[in-house]
């Protein structure tokens, strides 16, 4: 996780439209809706529509993204995993 950016992570959007994200790691995955992305701070989805990747530099951590951006949410394993031992423990109790 030692890049050029150091423990910096932002988010950056403009208008809806243009995303610019520092602290990545990695893409994990995307298309034209959605984006998941492994930063310094965890794992990123983005959504939305006609999303394009612009430019990617791992080098530096950086990536920027343009189209309608509609939902930006950090993936939270540990609650995710909380949850779903929550919801179990109340069927078999």
């Not at 809706?33 to 951590?61: A, H, P, V």
Request: no cysteine; charged share 30%.
């Amino acid at each position: 996780m030692n890049n050029i950016t150091g423990n910096k992570h932002e988010i950056n959007l403009l208008n809806r439209y243009k995303l610019s994200i520092t602290g990545i790691n990695k893409i994990n995955s995307l298309n034209n809706e959605e984006f998941i992305i492994d930063t310094i701070q965890g794992n990123l989805l983005i959504r939305g529509s006609d999303l394009t990747m612009q430019q990617l530099d791992i080098d530096k951590g950086q990536i920027w993204i343009e189209g309608k951006i509609d939902t930006i949410e950090y993936l939270d394993k540990e609650e995710k995993k909380k949850e779903k031992e929550g919801f179990f423990k109340k069927i078999f109790k």
